[in-house]
């Protein structure tokens, strides 16, 4: 499964969804390297994110009625790379040239807004993160 989680705004992105992660601490389990791993947080009660502290990989575990389903790992990354990474060039382009208040290609706009809202980002927190932010 494709997980990712979103720094600084700190959400997950799971099966096509963005979510929250309530903060949680206390014993995650154990990772492949044999270190122990930390509860990082937790969406509603159904998917635990967890890092391992000995050589921080983060892997995320999926319950289903409380029952343990699948365990996977998950990439970090940060807000401008995830964008990148779920969006054309040229809608990337317009959110930042949107965010810094530079003429912005509308119709690229509108496709990256509508893609950000159905995977349940808010617009406005992203242009705020994105202020100040040169195209590569």
């Avoid at 990439?75 to 912005?104: H, M």
Wanted: net charge negative; aromatic share 14%; charged share 25%.
């Amino acid at each position: 499964m494709r997980a990712y989680i979103i720094n600084p705004i700190q959400k997950i992105f799971f099966e096509g969804r963005v979510y929250d992660i309530e903060p949680a601490n206390g014993f995650g389990g154990f990772c492949d390297c044999g270190g122990i791993m930390s509860q990082r947080g937790w969406v509603d009660n159904w998917l635990m994110v967890a890092e391992c502290e000995s050589c921080w990989k983060v892997e995320a575990f999926l319950y289903d009625d409380y029952r343990f389903v699948e365990r996977f790992e998950v990439k970090v990354l940060a807000l401008k790379d995830f964008l990148n990474e779920i969006l054309t060039g040229s809608e990337f382009e317009a959110l930042i040239q949107k965010a810094n208040g530079a003429n912005y290609s509308y119709n690229s706009f509108s496709r990256a807004k509508r893609k950000l809202e159905e995977m349940n980002l808010r617009l406005e927190d992203i242009l705020k993160y994105l202020r100040g932010t040169q195209l590569p």
